[in-house]
């Protein structure tokens, strides 16, 4: 996620220059270095003289990159963090009360500029520290500000969300090849439909269920899949994996 956002802010036409990274083994940092020609330091180096910092790392390795960056960590700074699970609390406790803290959870489309970030305001965090964030990533996606109780289920919803889509294409993709139809172009069909679905649904401002029932006709082909996605209990499978989601992510938060 880290190379995610360092590629789209560079897209978004922020200077190579303008940006340090860190990484935690050498080779990972030339690789970043020659492929997006931007200077690579230390945590320490960066954590003195970066105006913002963004930490995205391993929800089990925040503690151990904090311990590491806290005496250097100027009050003031802004520090967002996008590790899974790690609450704003967490953060302050160990860079101290004056370091306002944004936490976010973003997910892989920004890598087509389609992300999906939601963020949220420590305890010492306001309006400009939100503004500043929300001017980092609003170039990558869509930002949708939200309280602090609700990032853990934005993660199982939102973050992880992308790969319940993967998962769904894989199926319909296995689904026409059972019926005949090449690989390629199964492939291509299913990735329009959910495409063009997806845009009607954000353009129309309808309500899911209305655009699904205008494709649903009464004794027809849709209404027979959804019977057998209802008897597979398909809806009942996915509230149960974005909860199994949430609550992973809250125990990897919790080491």
Known sequence: MGEALLSGLLRAGVEPGEIMATARRPERADAIAARYGVRVVSNAEAAKTAETLILAVKPQDMGTLL???????????LVISAAAGITTAFVEARLGDEVPVVRVMSNTPVLVDEAMSVISAGAHAGEEQLRRTEELLS?????????EAQQDAATALSGSGPAYFFYL?????????????PRAAALDMVTQAIVGAAIMLRDSGEHPVILREAVTSPGGTTIAAIAELERHSVRAAFLAAIEAARDRGRELAGG
Do not use: F
């Not at 311990?67 to 700074?77: D, Q």
């Open 169 to 181: 294409v894989e199926a319909m993709v296995d689904a026409g090849i059972l019926l005949g139809m």
């Open 67 to 77: 311990e590491e960056i806290s005496p250097h960590v100027p009050a003031g700074r």
């Open 139 to 147: 170039p990558v996606g869509k930002v949708l500000r939200i309280p």
